[in-house]
């Protein structure tokens, strides 16, 4: 206890500009991983309704994957074949434990999920084992750093958020403006109204899942240097990455974004407050607090939720 | 163009239509009438595909589409309006037209845009709500983005499952005249209604539907002068 007192004074008297930005940057690397496993729920969630809680073994697969590749293959190719094979399994986990049911419940679903979630975890132990493995630093090593308002940072740091924001705006461009972005949309919009324009609604579905086991797949290797990359990974960040679509409101990419961003930087500066073990309790605590308080999340807009169909 | 012979469907363990028999030629109006919970809606559910025929035979243009899936039916030039406007709420109204022309998406931009001027001809209003959110217009605003939606894809058999339910009289005489203006350029539409009148006014031929069985059938004149029809749904006793 009073070491705690203690830490949090040292905080208070002593938080320079550098150890600010330090911190907050480390924020909004965490931040931005998050709300990529967010947007990741969304997108399936959106088309489907579903809460697939197997997200985070996507980010597992992708990590764990490209890390195997690389024995064989340059980092890049790696990478990209990585997040190729996640893709197809996460259009595998569709076709084989989703398509086929009719009108589920959304209970039986929360199970369906969880339980590709506890299979894909088992999967990857007897493929990887337990051991804690991680991709190289894309560009230098473990110490080499760049100095960004006087902190320093690791500019594996820079390659996360550049790739995260990317993703992000990608996806923005390929709803927005594509014809087949449009037609996810409809489909979560009113899957009935889209069958009867024609759109197969079983196959954006799996589109979906495609789509959002590539982004977490991505997200997966972009992390791997800083975070390191272990079967039972996905548990984690699901929770996290939940409690982020919660929180900017489900099914909102935007909300995702700020809230992902929101949560990371609390967690970087909660480190000098409570001690690290608290880190994670921190957004479980979140989570609770948002459903009881404000279940459409901070940023779901009313207007917007009004015209959900679930 | 649609024919239905011994048609039988329903939901699960629920038999709704029994030995359903008729037909659409092209260029007509046909309607469909019946009181609350007949089967229409079931009827044109089960031509478009989203529930599955028990037996029975159904055919449009010599295809066979009871073997089709629902996503398919509307490439063939077969689609319906669903009771109800059922528009994409979430996205702005051209966004829902647009996609009631994915079936003839790939006939490139040049022919969609070709359709949606057309459609905005017939339903002025859509042009000037374009950019706005679809499920905040009005029911009759809906009701025509509805039917706009479903003529992008240059349907030869347009279905419209209870267009007029909900809407003010003047609206209602609007939809009507769409509808026989659809037949005069020369579409082919079945027209489910509870406004027997109305339709049969409209309409070249009529069925009428009772529990799950067509109990009669005929030109819509002779229709309007049967007693029986007079005095179930026309509200009239001689
Ligand atoms: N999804 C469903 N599951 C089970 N039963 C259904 C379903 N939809 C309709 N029914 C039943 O089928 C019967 C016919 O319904 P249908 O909707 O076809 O009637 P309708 O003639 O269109 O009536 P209305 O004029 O009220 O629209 C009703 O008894 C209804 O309860
Ligand atoms: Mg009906």
């Known amino acids: 206890m009073f070491d705690v007192g203690r830490s949090s004074f040292i905080f208070l008297t002593k938080m320079t500009s550098e150890l600010f930005v330090q911190y907050l940057l480390a924020g909004i690397t965490y931040g931005s991983i998050y709300a990529i496993v967010a947007i ?48 197809i399994i996460g259009a595998g986990i569709e076709i084989c434990f989703i398509r086929w049911l009719k009108a589920p419940s959304v209970l039986r679903l929360v199970i369906i999920t969880i339980g590709i979630s506890i299979l894909s975890r088992e999967v990857a132990v007897h493929v990887w084992g337990e051991s804690i493995r991680s991709l190289p630093y894309f560009v230098g090593n473990e110490i080499t750093s760049i100095s960004i308002l006087g902190a320093r940072i690791s500019p594996q740091v820079l390659w996360v958020v550049a790739a995260s924001g990317l993703m992000f705006i990608c996806l923005g461009i390929f709803f927005k403006t594509t014809s087949v972005g449009r037609e996810m949309r409809a489909c979560a919009s009113n899957r009935k109204a889209a069958t009867l324009c024609g759109i197969n609604t079983e196959n954006m579905v799996t589109l979906s899942f495609v789509l959002s086991a590539g982004m977490g797949a991505l997200a997966g290797c972009m992390m791997s240097p800083i975070t390191y990359s272990q079967y039972d990974m996905g548990t984690g960040l699901a929770i996290k990455g939940f409690t982020v679509a919660i929180l900017g409101g489900l ?26 073990a608290f880190q994670d309790a921190i957004a479980i605590a979140i989570l609770l607090i948002i459903l009881f308080i404000r279940p459409q999340g901070l940023f779901g807009s009313k207007e917007a939720s009004a015209l959900k169909e679930f | 163009m649609l024919k239905i012979r011994n048609l039988a469907s329903g939901y699960g363990k629920i038999k709704v239509l029994k030995n359903i028999s008729m037909h659409v030629d092209a260029g007509e109006i046909v309607t469909i009438i019946g009181a609350n919970g007949a089967g229409k809606t079931t009827l044109l559910s089960t031509i478009a595909g989203l529930v599955k025929a028990t037996s029975g035979e159904a055919s449009f243009k010599e295809t066979n589409i009871l073997k089709c899936k629902a996503a398919t039916i509307p490439g063939l030039g077969c689609v319906m309006v669903p009771e109800g406007r059922q528009v994409f709420a979430t996205m702005s109204v051209e966004e ?51 039917m706009g939606r479903a003529l992008m894809s240059k349907p030869s058999l347009v279905m419209m499952d209870e267009p007029s339910t909900g809407l003010a009289p003047l609206i209602v005489k609007e939809i009507f005249q769409i509808i026989v203006r659809l037949r005069d350029e020369g579409n082919t539409v079945l027209l489910v209604e509870q406004n027997a009148k109305a339709a049969l006014g409209i309409a070249d031929r009529g069925y009428v539907l009772e529990t799950g069985k067509i109990i009669v059938q005929g030109p819509a004149e002779d229709l309007l002068e049967n007693k029986d029809v007079q ?6 006793e001689k």
């Not at chain 1, 890049?76 to 074949?81: E, M, S, V, Y």
């Not at chain 1, 099914?251 to 690290?276: D, K, M, N, R, T």
């Open chain 2, 231 to 236: 005095r179930a749904y026309l509200g009239r």
């Open chain 1, 40 to 87: 990741g729920f969304n997108i399936i969630y959106n088309t489907t309704g579903i809460i697939n809680f197997a997200q985070g073994e996507f980010v597992m697969f992708g990590g764990m994957i490209a890390i195997t590749l690389l024995q064989f293959m340059p980092l890049p190719l790696a990478i990209i074949l990585a997040v190729i094979l996640t893709m």
């Open chain 1, 251 to 276: 099914g909102s990419s935007g909300g995702a974004v700020a809230a992902g961003l929101l949560l990371g930087v609390i967690e970087a500066f909660s480190v000098s407050v409570v001690p690290l």
């Open chain 2, 96 to 146: 829902n037209m647009l996609l009631g022309g994915h079936p003839v998406q790939k006939q490139g931009k040049a022919v969609i845009n070709e359709l949606l001027e057309h459609q905005y001809e017939l339903f002025p209003i859509l042009r000037d709500r374009k950019d706005q959110l679809a499920g905040t217009l009005s029911g009759g605003e809906q009701q025509m983005l509805a």
